[in-house]
């Protein structure tokens, strides 16, 4: 194990890298320049990739899932590699073909993005000022698609981006931690190579994203990829997923589906830090992470059948849980540990008509907590969803998750757990298609408690296609923390806000 504090307070943070500097006006000027009539030909002539689909897991809530994705939701990912789709289980003859000639494109995005907090009260002598502009960030995702002559594909996606809120509110009120964590970042994404070894094995090999599950709305098998939630509410769920590095092995037989992985990075969820307006405590804990690889690798298995009009899949894995337990080293001091976990899971999924009915179920073993001391603990996992799609373009799903931790004690209810014996949660979600799909409306609703007395979270939304592949969204994001103890959303409760994105897609290919 290595451990990684975290920096501390930085009274007058150093100024943005130059790099930075230069790129994030570069991005704007072509945003600007992205309107119509602003393009090259030989650029606008290329399709324009999908507008991003709304989604919002838990608190941080998304909605999409499937081995891969879900079919109709696709994410930011999915849509920069348009005619590269990974759909495990469909076998494409001509894909297979050695006369297929090579080829690559280039796909991005150009965004800008802002919120602005309307809720937050006025902060107390030498706390950060949260009130108005929370952010104005410019982002830019390039990848790059490669066919390498039969079935062989790799793709490599980079994502850069620079917020320009912090230097207009000033520097130096933030803490060192937000400014690392908030202001700009540049990092790889998905890159890998893959291909098929024979007629029905597959294989997948470098950084990717494995969605597993049949819930939309809910994560409760879907834990191989860790996730982003440094602005719980905000981000689709599509875009929350971080990419790890893994060896993939795909085995198909019939209507089933094999897949054996191995998970070569140890890397966790990115969440909020000291001095944001999301995380919930005064002070911070160091965290030990596990080295990359070696004992430390995490593996993971499925099977998955799809059948007329319903299909199945059974997961297992064994993994680090995502989720820190706090463990004392003694005169006071603390860090935060993962522990090693394991997970079975199945998941069902039966359409009837216009409904769409969702089973998940799942059993974690090995859980650890601060106030259970060496004990480790087992949850059982549950998820039951209805969607419905019979009104023209709308659809409309309701999803009731339980988590309930066995052989709980009354102490784990202490900080620094503060966890309780069951969890429920619930999600209503609308979608709605309007002016030829021109816009689109969406409502996310996420309550907590049977009656919603452990807080809730709603997000209402709407997108507008000002152009082709030019797309404009606002909306707002309301918190509610209830009396219960969820750590985020205490933190949340004086962060409602409204928000806009404007997104230009662009699609640049190559023979």
Same mark, same amino acid.
Request: glycine content about 10%; hydrophobic content about 40%; cysteine-free.
């Given at each position: 194990?290595?451990?990684?504090?975290?920096?501390?307070?930085?009274?007058?943070?150093?100024?943005?890298?130059?790099?930075?500097?230069?790129?994030?006006?570069?991005?704007?000027?072509?945003?600007l320049?992205?309107?119509?009539?602003?393009?090259?030909?030989?650029?606008?002539?290329?399709? $324009?990739?999908?507008?991003?689909?709304?989604?919002?897991?838990?608190?941080?809530?998304?909605?999409?899932?499937?081995?891969?994705?879900?079919?109709?939701?696709?994410?930011?990912?999915?849509?920069?590699?348009?005619?590269?789709?990974?759909?495990?289980?469909?076998?494409?003859?001509?894909?297979?073909?050695?006369?297929?000639?090579?080829?690559?494109?280039?796909?991005?995005?150009?965004?800008?993005?802002?919120?602005?907090?309307?809720?937050?009260?006025?902060?107390?002598?030498?706390?950060?000022?949260?009130?108005?502009?929370?952010?104005?960030?410019?982002?830019?995702?390039?990848?790059?698609?490669?066919?390498?002559?039969?079935?062989?594909?790799?793709?490599?996606?980079?994502?850069?981006?620079?917020?320009?809120?912090?230097?207009?509110?000033?520097?130096?009120?933030?803490?060192?931690?937000?400014?690392?964590?908030?202001?700009?970042?540049?990092?790889?994404?998905?890159? +890998?190579?893959?291909?098929?070894?024979?007629?029905?094995?597959?294989?997948?090999?470098?950084?990717?994203?494995?969605?597993?599950?049949k819930?939309?709305?809910?994560?409760?098998?879907?834990?191989?990829?860790?996730?982003?939630?440094?602005?719980?509410?905000?981000?689709?769920?599509?875009?929350?997923?971080?990419?790890?590095?893994?060896?993939?092995?795909?085995?198909?037989?019939? $209507?089933?589906?094999?897949?054996?992985?191995?998970?070569?990075?140890?890397?966790?969820?990115?969440?909020?830090v000291?001095?944001?307006?999301?995380?919930?405590?005064?002070?911070?804990?160091?965290?030990?992470?596990?080295?990359?690889?070696?004992?430390?690798?995490?593996?993971?298995?499925?099977?998955?059948?799809?059948?007329?009009?319903?299909?199945?899949?059974?997961?297992?894995?064994?993994?680090?849980d995502?989720?820190?337990?706090?463990?004392?080293?003694?005169?006071?001091?603390?860090?935060?540990?993962h522990?090693?976990?394991?997970?079975?899971?199945?998941?069902?999924?039966?359409?009837?008509?216009?409904w769409?009915?969702?089973?998940?179920?799942?059993?974690?073993?090995?859980?650890?907590?601060?106030?259970?001391?060496?004990?480790?603990?087992?949850?059982?996992?549950?998820?039951?969803g209805?969607?419905?799609?019979?009104i023209?373009?709308?659809?409309?799903?309701?999803?009731?998750?339980?988590?309930?931790?066995?052989? +709980?004690?009354?102490?784990?209810?202490?900080? $620094?757990?503060?966890?309780?014996?069951?969890?429920?949660?619930y999600v209503?979600?609308?979608?709605?298609?309007?002016?030829?799909?021109?816009?689109?409306?969406?409502?996310?609703?996420?309550?907590?408690?049977?009656?919603?007395?452990?807080?809730?979270?709603?997000?209402?939304?709407?997108?507008?296609?000002?152009?082709?592949?030019?797309?404009?969204?606002?909306?707002?994001?309301?918190?509610?923390?209830?009396?219960?103890?969820?750590?985020?959303?205490?933190?949340?409760?004086?962060?409602?806000?409204?928000f806009?994105?404007?997104?230009?897609?662009?699609?640049?290919?190559f023979?």
């Amino acid at each position: 194990m290595k451990l990684k504090p975290r920096a501390g307070l930085v009274e007058n943070p150093n100024p943005a890298p130059m790099t930075m500097r230069f790129l994030a006006p570069l991005i704007l000027l072509v945003l600007l320049l992205a309107a119509p009539g602003g393009l090259p030909d030989a650029w606008a002539a290329g399709p $324009p990739l999908l507008a991003q689909a709304e989604s919002d897991d838990d608190l941080a809530s998304g909605f999409d899932d499937g081995e891969e994705q879900n079919e109709g939701q696709k994410s930011d990912d999915d849509d920069l590699s348009s005619g590269f789709e990974d759909e495990p289980g469909v076998k494409d003859a001509e894909a297979k073909t050695a006369t297929e000639p090579s080829f690559w494109q280039v796909n991005g995005f150009l965004r800008l993005d802002g919120s602005y907090n309307y809720a937050r009260p006025a902060p107390a002598a030498g706390e950060t000022d949260h009130r108005g502009l929370s952010k104005l960030r410019a982002a830019l995702r390039l990848e790059l698609s490669l066919k390498l002559g039969g079935s062989w594909k790799s793709k490599i996606t980079g994502q850069a981006f620079h917020d320009f809120a912090y230097g207009l509110n000033g520097r130096e009120q933030y803490t060192g931690q937000v400014l690392e964590s908030r202001e700009q970042e540049a990092e790889l994404r998905e890159a +890998f190579v893959e291909g098929s070894l024979t007629e029905n094995v597959d294989l997948k090999l470098g950084r990717q994203i494995v969605v597993w599950g049949k819930s939309d709305n809910i994560r409760i098998t879907d834990i191989l990829n860790p996730l982003d939630f440094r602005e719980p509410g905000l981000t689709d769920l599509a875009d929350l997923r971080l990419p790890l590095t893994m060896s993939r092995l795909g085995v198909f037989f019939g $209507p089933w589906t094999v897949s054996a992985i191995a998970i070569h990075e140890i890397r966790f969820d990115k969440a909020p830090v000291l001095g944001s307006d999301f995380y919930p405590l005064k002070t911070e804990t160091a965290e030990a992470i596990p080295d990359d690889g070696g004992e430390n690798t995490e593996y993971a298995f499925s099977l998955s059948g799809e059948f007329s009009g319903w299909d199945l899949a059974y997961y297992r894995a064994r993994v680090f849980d995502d989720a820190a337990y706090f463990a004392s080293l003694g005169g006071g001091a603390f860090e935060r540990r993962h522990a090693r976990i394991s997970m079975n899971g199945l998941g069902v999924n039966v359409a009837l008509g216009n409904w769409l009915l969702k089973l998940e179920g799942a059993r974690f073993t090995g859980l650890r907590f601060f106030q259970g001391g060496a004990r480790r603990f087992t949850r059982y996992d549950g998820v039951l969803g209805l969607e419905y799609s019979g009104i023209g373009d709308t659809t409309l799903s309701l999803e009731a998750a339980n988590r309930h931790l066995a052989g +709980f004690d009354k102490a784990l209810e202490a900080a $620094p757990d503060g966890q309780v014996e069951n969890v429920n949660q619930y999600v209503f979600t609308y979608r709605g298609s309007f002016l030829r799909e021109k816009l689109d409306l969406v409502a996310v609703l996420i309550y907590f408690g049977r009656k919603a007395e452990q807080g809730s979270l709603q997000r209402y939304s709407a997108t507008y296609e000002l152009a082709e592949a030019l797309d404009l969204t606002g909306g707002v994001v309301l918190y509610t923390r209830g009396d219960g103890e969820n750590f985020l959303l205490a933190a949340a409760k004086d962060n409602d806000r409204v928000f806009f994105d404007l997104k230009w897609s662009f699609y640049i290919p190559f023979s």
